[in-house]
């Protein structure tokens, strides 16, 4: 069976490792919504405690009954360098600008398709007000409202400072059986129109929002801080390029009774536990995935089977590398990882309900040291262009 992959979330998610830091900020533990295949979750996330273990799994001296391993010396990718363009600059600056609006407030005048008001609004239904319906201040942008239709074009053509009546009707699945199909009145006062601008970049906006003084000051850090960005991503990017190569090249002869049954039953406990989470039965679950039993262990399995092939290649070239995994070593990398994310063990245990040792065993963490050891040592082999 020839084993290739597209770079879907499961290459995204496991191999990169500032994703894994993100998730442990997250309470290191991420459901995949139910369209989304959940088998690598156990893969990113990681905890670390001195108890961890490395696992009893794939102690294979041959590989060769299982995979047919894509020769990993000599792999080119795409190397990533710290270079940082002038657009690259001024797109990080106008972001800044963006989120740095001056606003002003315009007390007279028509509103406009355009425009941006600030209303305050009572909502009744035959005269009686119903709750959810009132509110002051509320920011509206007339060209990209959420409104029920009818309720910002009604706003057009009022003035600043007007009170009116506006008539909307509710639509029929609204979601509130009270308000289903209704015919409503909303009584509305605009208090002023919004003027929104994006800051000019100046040596005044940078004096004031940031700890530099000029423009030139301002540009240079921003350079430095993209190139640092793109190097410190450089190394996971890399690596993900070669494994993903790897992937496409190897072939899976037969996979090994265990480690398939463990995996599948990963993935069955993931949708369970978010079938738990979300107030169902895994059988409700796998009825609202628009399927059944058969299919669902169909799928279950062959999301293991990805994860298999991925672990084979990672095992089998460990050991044509002799690569020695210490339990010591494991702990330390989980540790820095923890330590990266800004957590503690006691706040892990709070979050999880169990122990960092006891979480990291369950959902087998060691195959992200694995997976870091042994791309550290095919990177050496590997070509940048």
């Known amino acids: 069976?020839?084993?290739?992959?597209?770079?879907?979330?499961?290459?995204?998610?496991?191999?990169?490792?500032?994703?894994?830091?993100?998730?442990?900020?997250?309470?290191?533990?991420?459901?995949?919504?139910?369209?989304?295949?959940?088998?690598?979750?156990?893969?990113?996330?990681?905890?670390?405690?001195?108890?961890?273990?490395?696992?009893?799994?794939?102690?294979?001296?041959?590989?060769?009954?299982?995979?047919?391993?894509?020769?990993?010396?000599?792999?080119?990718?795409?190397?990533?360098?710290?270079?940082?363009?002038?657009?690259?600059?001024?797109?990080?600056?106008?972001?800044?600008?963006?989120?740095?609006?001056?606003?002003?407030?315009?007390?007279?005048?028509?509103?406009?398709?355009?425009?941006?008001?600030?209303?305050?609004?009572?909502?009744?239904?035959?005269?009686?007000?119903?709750?959810?319906?009132?509110?002051?201040?509320?920011?509206?942008?007339?060209?990209?409202?959420?409104?029920?239709?009818?309720?910002?074009?009604?706003?057009?053509?009022h003035k600043v400072g007007e009170t009116f009546d506006l008539h909307v009707t509710f639509p029929e699945n609204y979601g509130k059986e009270e308000l289903n199909g209704k015919d409503a009145v909303f009584k509305t006062t605009i208090n002023y129109m919004v003027e929104k601008k994006a800051a000019k970049y100046s040596d005044e906006w940078v004096a004031n929002n940031t700890e530099y003084k000029t423009t030139k000051e301002y540009d240079e850090y921003v350079k430095d801080l993209l190139s640092k960005e793109k190097l410190d991503s450089a190394d996971s990017t890399q690596k993900s390029e070669v494994?993903?190569?790897?992937?496409?090249?190897?072939?899976?002869?037969?996979?090994?009774?265990?480690?398939?049954?463990?995996?599948?039953?990963?993935?069955?406990?993931?949708?369970?536990?978010?079938?738990?989470?979300?107030?169902?039965?895994?059988?409700?679950?796998?009825?609202?995935?628009?399927?059944?039993?058969?299919?669902?262990?169909?799928?279950?399995?062959?999301?293991?089977?990805?994860?298999v092939a991925q672990e084979l290649i990672l095992y089998a070239i460990k050991n044509s590398e002799g690569i020695d995994l210490k339990q010591s070593a494991y702990n330390d990398y989980l540790k820095g990882l923890l330590e990266d994310a800004g957590m503690t063990e006691e706040a892990f245990k709070e979050q999880n309900g169990k122990t960092l040792a006891e979480y990291a065993d369950e959902n087998s963490m060691f195959t992200t040291y694995l997976y870091s050891e042994v791309m550290n040592k095919v990177m050496e082999y590997s070509v940048g262009k």
Request: proline share 1%; aromatic share 10%; glycine share 6%.
């Open 243 to 307: 494994f993903q190569k790897l992937m496409e090249g190897s072939e899976v002869l037969e996979y090994p009774e265990a480690e398939l049954a463990s995996r599948t039953e990963q993935v069955k406990k993931r949708y369970t536990e978010y079938a738990t989470s979300s107030g169902m039965e895994l059988d409700q679950l796998i009825e609202q995935m628009g399927m059944n039993a058969d299919s669902f262990n169909e799928m279950a399995e062959e999301n293991a089977k990805n994860q």
């Open 1 to 157: 069976m020839k084993y290739t992959t597209s770079c879907d979330n499961i290459e995204k998610e496991f191999f990169r490792r500032v994703e894994i830091i993100n998730i442990m900020k997250t309470i290191l533990y991420r459901l995949f919504t139910v369209a989304v295949a959940i088998v690598m979750a156990a893969l990113i996330m990681t905890s670390c405690s001195s108890g961890a273990k490395i696992p009893e799994e794939y102690k294979y001296a041959d590989f060769s009954q299982y995979i047919k391993l894509a020769d990993y010396k000599g792999v080119e990718y795409t190397k990533v360098t710290g270079d940082v363009s002038a657009e690259e600059v001024k797109s990080y600056i106008d972001n800044q600008l963006a989120s740095n609006e001056e606003t002003t407030e315009i007390k007279e005048g028509t509103v406009k398709e355009d425009s941006i008001v600030n209303i305050d609004y009572v909502g009744s239904i035959d005269g009686v007000e119903f709750e959810g319906g009132t509110a002051q201040n509320q920011e509206l942008d007339i060209a990209n409202s959420h409104y029920i239709a009818g309720f910002a074009e009604g706003i057009v053509g």
